[in-house]
């Protein structure tokens, strides 16, 4: 069995209070790497970080708006501050949102921009002088699989997904010369609390007919037959973090179980 270990390594995981980040900050955890768990939500990274902690690593919470670049530049100078280096990164953080474009208001399609665009787009670029510097380390942008499917209600959502591949691409060559991969994740559908919330605005209140729209309109998609987990997500981050992916880069990775294909 091949184990993942990442001792003494130093990662920064956006969104790691909850959710899809959370797990991925947990098993680098478990495998040895000292993690900051940066989120808005502080009161969750905090219990987040403690967690981390009594797994026998160095781990703290920075509150984060990845939608504002000083805030990325203010946490990687916190994170070079106690730990000493950067090695990975993770851009985790994201939003959601559903629904056909012309009920989508400006506002709301801004926030998702800048969320799940050009936050992704501000990490790297507040991250690129600390990799190019000590000439190594590991990206991962989240995408979706919402960047190939091109299915109605996901026109914001959607183009945010396909941005995030472009950025991988294009970041990857930049970062190349330098020994640092970067690679992009497309999760297939995974029942965390973005979904919850999404299907409680189509079902509030009824928890029966919220499961029955999600076997019905997702898990009856798949060809394998059943959802991701937020650990198969973990699992293929940590993998494209190790040695082991060490010649992938500006590679975007579908994990969602034969839902979509590329040729």
């Known amino acids: 069995m091949v ?3 990442f001792t003494d390594q130093n990662v920064v995981v956006t969104g790691a209070a909850s959710g899809l980040a959370y797990e991925v900050a947990k098993q680098f955890a478990e495998a040895g790497a000292n993690v900051v768990v940066a989120d808005f939500d502080m009161e969750g990274a905090e219990k987040a970080a403690n967690q981390f902690k009594e797994m026998g690593v160095k781990a703290f919470a920075y509150k984060t708006d990845i939608s504002k670049y000083e805030d990325f530049e203010a946490l990687f100078e916190e994170t070079v501050k106690q730990l000493g280096s950067i090695d990975i990164l993770v851009n985790g953080a994201g939003i959601g949102g559903i ?3 012309t009920e989508q208001t400006p506002e709301f399609v801004s926030k998702l921009i800048d969320i799940d665009l050009k936050g992704p787009i501000w ?34 959502y959607g183009v945010s997904k396909v941005g995030v591949v472009a950025l991988t691409a294009c970041f990857a060559r930049e970062m190349a010369p330098f020994d640092v991969n970067v690679n ?14 999404t299907l409680e605005e189509w079902a509030p209140g009824d928890k029966a007919k919220q499961d029955e729209l999600f076997k019905e ?23 494209l973090c190790s040695e082991y992916a060490r010649n992938i880069s500006g590679q975007c990775l579908s994990v969602d179980g034969a839902q979509t294909f590329s040729y």
């Open 123 to 156: 990490g790297c670029k507040a991250v690129a002088p600390y990799m190019m510097e000590q000439k190594h380390g590991k990206v991962i942008n989240f995408s979706s699989q919402a960047y190939r499917m091109m299915k109605e209600g996901s026109i914001a």
């Open 3 to 5: 184990e993942l270990k």
């Open 217 to 239: 309109l997702i898990i009856s998609a798949i060809p394998m037959g059943r959802t991701q987990d937020t650990e198969d997500i973990a699992h293929a981050t940590l993998f």
């Open 184 to 197: 992009a994740i497309a999760p297939g559908s995974i029942r965390t609390p973005m979904w919850d919330a």
């Open 99 to 101: 629904g056909p474009i």
